[in-house]
C-alpha cells in the first residue's frame, strides 16, 4: 500500500514528466539540455532511498504519453550519473530497432576507404622506402576522423530529433556520481566536447541566413586529392624517396580549394 509521502513523490515525478513531454524536441539546444539535465538531476536527488525507481517511474510514465525519446534521454542522463542494472535494461526495451543497417553500412564504407588508401602503401613497402609507407598509413586515419565528426554533428540517431541526437552523444561525457554536472547541461560544455553547440532558433549570420557546414566536405575533398597525389607521384619514375610528397601536398590544396569554391556559393548565396 503507498503511503501519503510516496504518493506525493508520485505527484512530483508527474511534474517531472509533464515538463520533459513539453520539450520542444527541434528548439533551442540549450534549453532541450536545460530541460532533460534539470530533471534526470531531480530523480536522483529527489528520494535517494528508491534508487532507480523514480527514473523508471518517469521513464514508464513518458513512454506511457507516447514519449520514447523523451524517456530514453532521462534514462541515459540518470544511467551515466548514477549507473544500475536497472536502468539498462529499461534503455535497451526501448531502444529501435532500425538503424543498425545504416550504421553496418557506414562501418563498411569507412573500412573499403581506408583500405583503399592504406593499399597504396603496399607499392612503397615493396620499394623499401619507410617514410612513404608511414605517410600513406597516416593519411588512411583522415578519412575515418572526417566521416566520424560529421556523423557525429549531422547524422540523427533513430528514434530522437537532430537535436535530441546531439544531445544524446553528449550526455556520454558525464562522470559517474557528479551530479551536478546534470544541472550545468544548458550550458552547452558537453555538446561542444562532442560537437558544435547548435542553437536552430538563432542564427550568426545578421541577415538570418542558415550558413551550411562544408568544412567536411572541403576536408573529404583534400583527402582524395592527397591520395590521387600520391598515387600520381609513385608513379613517376626515378623519384627519390619522400619526393611523392610535393604532388600528394598539391593534390590535397587544390582538391580543397575547387571542393571550398564549388560549395561556396550555396553557403553564402554569393
Known amino acids: 500500500m503507498e503511503t501519503h509521502a510516496f504518493k506525493d513523490h508520485r505527484r512530483d515525478i508527474s511534474k517531472v514528466v509533464a515538463v520533459v513531454h513539453g520539450r520542444d524536441r ?83 564504407c569507412i573500412t573499403i576507404a581506408v583500405a583503399l588508401v592504406a593499399s597504396l602503401a603496399v607499392p612503397a613497402l615493396v620499394r623499401g622506402d619507410l617514410v612513404a609507407v608511414a605517410l600513406h598509413l597516416g593519411s588512411a586515419v583522415t578519412p575515418v576522423l572526417v566521416v566520424r565528426g560529421r556523423w557525429a554533428r549531422h547524422v540523427r540517431l533513430p528514434g530522437l530529433t537532430q537535436q535530441e541526437s546531439l ?33 536552430p532558433g538563432r542564427s550568426p549570420d545578421p541577415s538570418g541566413a542558415a550558413r551550411r557546414d562544408v568544412s567536411g566536405w572541403v576536408g573529404a575533398a583534400g583527402v582524395v586529392g592527397a591520395a590521387l597525389g600520391m598515387a600520381a607521384g609513385l608513379a613517376v619514375p626515378g623519384l627519390p624517396p619522400g619526393a611523392f610528397f610535393v604532388p600528394m601536398l598539391a593534390g590535397a590544396v587544390g582538391a580543397a580549394l575547387l571542393a571550398w569554391t564549388a560549395l561556396r556559393p550555396r553557403t553564402d548565396g554569393s
Request: net charge neutral.
Open 26 to 108: 527541434r528548439g533551442d539546444a540549450s534549453v532541450l539540455d536545460r530541460v532533460v539535465g534539470e530533471a534526470a538531476g531531480w530523480l536522483i536527488v529527489s528520494s535517494p532511498a528508491l534508487g532507480p525507481q523514480s527514473t523508471l517511474l518517469a521513464a514508464r510514465d513518458l513512454v506511457d504519453r507516447g514519449d520514447p525519446a523523451g524517456a530514453r534521454l532521462i534514462l541515459r542522463a540518470v544511467g551515466f550519473v548514477t549507473p544500475d542494472p536497472a536502468l539498462d535494461e529499461a534503455l535497451a526495451h526501448l531502444r529501435p530497432a532500425v538503424g543498425v543497417g545504416r550504421r553496418v553500412a557506414v562501418a563498411a
Open 167 to 199: 544531445l544524446w552523444r553528449s550526455l556520454s561525457l558525464l562522470v559517474p556520481g557528479d551530479v551536478r554536472t546534470l544541472s550545468r547541461l544548458g550550458d552547452g560544455h558537453l555538446r561542444r566536447a562532442t560537437t558544435e553547440l547548435v542553437d
